[in-house]
Every structure is written in C-alpha cells, then in structure tokens.
C-alpha cells in the first residue's frame, strides 16, 4: 500500500496503543442523517396518504364484516389510539335504548338467564365484546356466528352431543300452570271429523296458527281455536239472586250498573236488557259472550265483598293474577290499559278537577308504560295476590258460603273450560314459557320431521286411532309436549346437522325487541 493513502495512527491509553485516528474522531455523518430523514419523510407521507385517501388499507387487519361496512376508512368509530377497542366505543350505537344496564353486557346476560336482580353486579370474568365478535375477517363473514370454544369458556358442557344436559322441562317433569280443562285427544278427533281431514297432523295446525315469519307460533286464543265450537247462543248463567240492600251475595243487573256509571262500565250502554231474564228477585242471562262483561263486573263486585282489603291493583285485572312471577309484566300492562280505559271514559266529563285528575293520571300512565317497556325493570306480581288474611273479616261462615255458591252460579258456563278460585277465573297461560332464550325454527324442520314425531308426549296418534280419550293424567293442558333432547341429538350431531351453541342458544336479551323500530329513535 502506498504511503499516501496509509493511515495515519494514534495512540490510545497510557499503554499508547496503536489505533487509527478517524476511529477515535469520526467523520461527520450530515449525508446520511439527510437521506434518513428523506426516507422517514417519504414513509409517513405514504402513511397519511393510506389513512386519509385509501382507508387505511397498510394499516388495517383486514376489511370489516357486512355489519359494520359503512365506517369504511372511520377507524376512531371503533378504535382507540394505543389501547384496544373498547365496550364503550360499542355501546355507542348497539345502546339505543337508554338503559342504565345496557342490553349487551355480560350483567344483563345474567340477570336474563337467571332472572335474579342479585346478579347485575358486573362479574370480574367479563370479556371484551370483540373477543366474541372478532372484527375484520371480511365482508362475508358472520361477526355473530361466535364459535363453542367461546362459550365454553364459562359453560363447561362439552360439545352438544357428550355432556349437554337434559332439557329442564324433561328432567324435572315442569308443567305450564294452565288452568285450563283441556284434552288434545278429545280435540284432535273432533276437528278430524268435523273437517274431514286424512292426515292427522293438519288438525294440530288448526289452532296452532303459525307467526307470520313462520318460525314459532302465536298464543292460542278463543276467537281463533275455540268459537267455532264452544258457547254458543243457547248458553246460559244459572238463576242469580238479586243483590240488594239487604242481600249482599247476589248479583247486580243491567239496570243497576247502567244508574251506577262506575268507571269501566261503559259497556253497559250497549247491552239490553232482551239478554236477561228476571223472576222475582233472580235473574239470568242468555247468551253468554266469551269475556261477558256482565259476568266479569259482578265477579268483581263480589270478590270486592269476599276481599275487601284486597290490592287496587287485583281490581284492573279481568283474570286472577296466578303465581308465576315471569308473567308479572303481563299483569301490570293488563292493568294500565285497564286504568287507560278508565281515564277515556272520564275525558268528556265536565268539572276542572276531574280534568286535572285526569292530567295526573296521564302522567303516572306515561312513567308506568315507559317501566313496563324497560326490559331489565323488576316487576312484583305480589301486588295483585290475594291471600286467606285478605278476607273480610266480618263475614262469617256462611257468608262466605252463600257468596261463594253465588260465584259459582255465576260462572257455571266458564267453568267448562277454566278454573275459578277465590272468586275469579284463573289467568290462562296461552303460551309455553320453556326455551326462551333459544331459538327454533319450525319451517326447516317441518320438512324433515311430522308434527308428531318429535311432540310425542301425548299419545295422540295411539287415542285417535282408537277414538278415544286419553286420562287427564297423560293429556292435559299444562303437559310440556316438548321433545327431549334426544330427539334434537338425532339429527344435530357433527356428521348431521349444525350442532354449535348458537345455532340455539341467544345471549344478548334484547333480541326480542329487535324488531321494534321505534325503540331507537327513543
């Protein structure tokens, strides 16, 4: 190497060892620093270029799913700078509601699988909505398809078809409390021979009328199943004694709830007295309608002898409250549209305190109907119970007795069908209160499987073959004619139909109001 271009050595330490001089003072590094700079200039260039112009496509995981599409580029609708996205980035649009609880979160998943207000306490296990529901797979993919390993995070069953447990209407042999006199066998017969059908399983659709999505059924209801057949014209009440002055077990008449004007009774003034029958100090009355007012204000006038410290509120409804606490929202909205009906009839009454009355009660109308309205609301049924210590206590014996025998006279025709205690007709449950929160399809089944192949609890097909009835203990009409779950593992298994959890099961409560529009603009 030339001497020139040698270089030129230092020494380093007190040991003076050799070194090269530029080692120790390097040369300056502008040119490079610059061409740096350029290149971090250029990248954050082509960064705010993506987000703002190109929605952010470098960044992004992927495109969203069909449901959220329309943020588009708007990554600050769901994500947080430098954090993870968050539940309350969520709630922004899925809480349209106002509640306090909030339909999507894990509290109210409690309080809706278990009914119990002990458990809204938020449960330090809670996941983050997006660990269900992951984001940016796609606009073909499902976000509310969550898979079983999800699910069995918290519920330790195992696959549907190893260690799901038995419906608890099976295992536990659950009824609905009816109170209705009813028997399938009996029924079935009669519309196969009053229609004339061939297959069977048509009369099971001739009161069982299908939603108008097809998928469940609408509760049964007298119009519908029932008038075709049952009371007719001819039907009467049996004789009643009068009520009077001296008489308090008897019943009014048309003429007297037309002079009193109570609230409620407007009814009245359609009714004529060609529909009764008197006697001396007895009356009838021919025909009998289903919900006959006439019968049900004397109901309640002497159930108001029998209790007289019973609820105000037992006195709106038109049925005896039951004892299910799950129908306890059913009640308190029988019982508003009672007292709506109530405030129309006083609104062309004259005086300015019934009118500011009215104005009162128009407001208590309007707090309780927005409480009925709020799912998560604890309703008490307690209100409309009556109980041994309600009973008045002046009467003795055989005033009870002879109130009671005029009950009975009363509701001669009813009692056909329903049940009558403590003066009033027990509530009809009209629909079963079993997997509510699932869901199931009828019109896909039908395809594959008869009505009565998998509702097989009562032996229908074997009485009808016979034309016979079957014993009220095998056929009633509190029965859960349900499948068990052996019948639903007969064809949802891996190899068969799909098998996941939420192929059934529902998780967030609020799926039943999602069709009521109205709730969002609220």
């Not at 968050?86 to 899925?94: G, I, W």
């Not at 209160?433 to 869901?439: G, H, P, T, W, Y």
């Amino acid at each position: 190497m030339a001497k020139g271009k040698q270089k030129r050595k230092g020494y380093f330490s007190d040991l003076r060892l050799p070194v090269v001089k530029e080692y120790i003072y390097p040369s300056a590094r502008s040119s490079l620093l610059m061409i740096g700079g350029i290149g971090a200039f250029l990248v954050a260039v082509v960064f705010v270029f993506n987000l703002t112009v190109q929605s952010g496509s470098l960044v992004s995981n992927g495109p969203l799913s069909s449901n959220h599409a329309s943020f588009g580029g708007e990554c600050a609708s769901c994500h947080t700078a430098f954090d993870r996205v968050s539940d309350a980035k969520c709630s922004v649009c899925h809480e349209k509601f106002g509640d306090e609880l909030g339909a999507f979160t894990y509290s109210s998943h409690y309080l809706y699988r278990s009914g119990d207000f002990t458990r809204l306490v938020p449960s330090p296990d809670e996941v983050a909505c997006f660990s269900c529901h992951p984001e940016h797979q796609g606009t073909s993919s499902s976000i509310t398809q969550v898979p079983d390993a999800t699910c069995t995070t918290c519920h330790e069953y195992g696959s549907f078809n190893s260690r799901h447990p038995e419906f608890a209407f099976a295992s536990e042999k659950i009824e609905d409390p009816a109170n209705l006199k009813f028997s399938h066998t009996q029924h079935v017969t009669e519309v196969i021979n009053q229609e004339g059908l061939v297959d069977i399983e048509q009369s099971c659709l001739y009161c069982h009328h299908a939603r108008d999505e097809g998928k469940s059924f609408k509760p049964i209801s007298f119009e519908t199943a029932c008038s075709a057949c049952h009371i007719s014209t001819s039907v009467s009440t049996a004789w009643l004694p009068i009520a009077s002055s001296s008489r308090r077990a008897g019943v009014q008449t048309i003429g007297s709830i037309q002079t009193r004007q109570a609230p409620g009774t407007r009814w009245a003034d359609y009714m004529t007295s060609a529909e009764f029958q008197q006697r001396r100090d007895e009356v009838r009355k021919r025909p009998v309608y289903h919900r006959d007012p006439w019968i049900l204000e004397n109901l309640k006038r002497l159930q108001d002898e029998l209790y007289r410290d019973r609820n105000d509120l037992a006195e709106l409804l038109q049925a005896s409250a039951g004892e299910d606490p799950r129908g306890a929202r059913a009640l308190y909205t029988e019982a508003l549209a009672t007292l709506e009906d109530y405030a129309e009839e006083l609104r062309s009454a004259p005086g300015r305190d019934v009118q500011k009355a009215l104005n009162e009660l128009d407001e208590l109308i309007r707090v309780v109907k927005a409480r009925i309205r709020d799912p998560f609301s604890p309703m008490d049924e307690t209100k409309f119970l009556l109980g041994p210590d309600d009973i008045n206590p002046d009467l003795d014996a055989a005033d009870i007795a002879e109130l009671e025998s005029v009950v009975d006279g009363l509701t001669e025709t009813c009692q056909t069908c329903h049940t009558v205690q403590q003066s009033a007709i027990l509530r009809v449950q009209k629909d079963q209160r079993v997997l509510i929160r699932s869901e199931f399809d009828h019109r896909v089944h039908i395809i594959q499987r008869g009505c009565l192949e998998c509702h097989s609890s009562i032996p229908i097909r074997e009485h009808v073959a016979r034309d016979s009835v079957a014993t009220a203990a095998i056929d009633h009409a509190g029965i859960q004619n349900l499948p068990t779950i052996e019948t639903c593992q007969s064809c949802h298994a891996p190899a068969k139909a799909v098998n996941t959890c939420v192929s059934c099961h529902l998780f967030h409560p609020d799926k039943s109001q999602h069709t009521n529009l109205l709730r969002y603009f609220e």
